[in-house]
């Protein structure tokens, strides 16, 4: 082998390496922890619980919140040298949901853990999730919005992507790229988190594979979605366009098909709707999606967005968001999700 050819598969192989690490824009590191549980644990989904990504200096860490305040997962497990996921990609991928709430009844019984319990007025939020394998989101998927920008009812489901690099947090910041867009949009969504791997399942089992759910925005440049062709990856996939959190509530507290979701900017209420009005339920979604592309443990689904968007407008009273817009948005039992537009 020649060596310009040596070093072409090295060099490739180095991108490679670097597009699989696929944290948000900006992110810190997540906290080292072991790849996977001890073998001899129990695997599956934790339950009962709100967890969230913390941001501690260079690092992320798991969270839950409850009555105590916010747990401090990996700090607890120090105190209590019990095995713990350090994140909530840990906790999903490696689906080791029964040490989670091990760990947890076990804080709830130990004053030692009291100094692992921080306010949660006091900390930093992450990204919900920073490394899914893949972020699936499903367009026109409330029946009031494809009535409001005119668009037929979809057969089927309308899938499309983005990328890591759009995750966002709770009280984070969107910098609007407005170089070369003009026309942004809020997308108030029910995000969910795949749980174990489904493929080909069936509508009936579809929720068994859902590990949690948690608000999300689809933020949009409509201009780059609509004005370039078609180009709904290219306006929906631009840094830090992705904001969900600030929890992640486990999959068996919540009814999915029945939420009542807001957004709101600046205070006026822009969005309100339920997810009743979905056109392809939750179990729909996920079966379809399953029988294209293979969900694996921390991938995450935008379900879509109901009526009261900017493009449903008429063109005259379409006034576009712009720096120093706050938003606020909200799903019943899933918590109130803000950032702002610079």
Not at 14 to 19: D, E, G, I, R
Not at 154 to 161: I, R, S, T, Y
Request: neutral net charge; contains cysteine.
């Amino acid at each position: 082998m020649n060596q310009n050819r040596r070093n072409f598969i090295m060099n490739t192989g180095a991108v490679c390496a670097l597009a699989m690490t696929g944290r948000p824009t900006g992110a810190p590191r997540t906290t080292p922890a072991e790849a996977k549980p001890p073998a001899t644990k129990e695997r599956g989904m934790a339950h009962g619980l709100t967890v969230l990504n913390i941001r501690r200096g260079s690092e992320y860490r798991l969270g839950v919140k409850n009555e105590r305040g916010v747990l401090d997962v990996v700090e607890a497990a120090q105190i209590l040298h019990m095995h713990a996921p350090a994140t909530i990609d840990e906790l999903l991928q490696n689906e080791d949901g029964p040490s989670l709430n091990a760990l947890v009844d076990a804080a709830a019984k130990s004053k030692a853990t009291q100094k692992a319990f921080l306010a949660e007025d006091t900390i930093e939020f992450g990204p919900v999730v920073t490394r899914p394998e893949k972020i699936v989101c499903v367009g026109l998927n409330y029946r009031q919005h494809a009535i409001e920008i005119g668009a037929p009812i979809p057969k089927q489901p309308v899938l499309f992507n983005k990328f890591n690099t759009t995750l966002n947090h709770h009280n984070g910041t969107i910098k609007l790229p407005v170089d070369y867009a003009k026309k942004f949009d809020y997308e108030v969504e029910m995000v969910m988190a795949i749980g174990r791997e489904a493929k080909m399942v069936s509508e009936a089992d579809a929720l068994s594979y859902v590990a949690g759910y948690a608000t999300g925005n689809d933020f949009t440049a409509r201009d780059l979605q609509l004005e370039t062709g078609g180009q709904w990856m290219v306006g929906k996939t631009p840094d830090q366009f992705a904001p969900i959190g600030p929890y992640l509530v486990t999959a068996d507290q919540i009814d999915p098909d029945n939420l009542k979701l807001e957004c709101r900017v600046n205070g006026e209420t822009r969005q309100s709707s339920n997810t009743s009005d979905f056109i392809f339920n939750t179990r729909t979604m996920i079966s379809y999606i399953s029988r294209v592309i293979t969900l694996r443990p921390g991938d995450i689904i935008f379900t879509g967005t109901p009526q009261g968007v900017i493009q449903g407008k008429p063109k005259d009273k379409q006034v576009w968001l712009k720096p120093g817009d706050k938003l606020a948005c909200s799903l019943e039992k899933l918590g109130e999700l803000k950032f702002e537009l610079v």
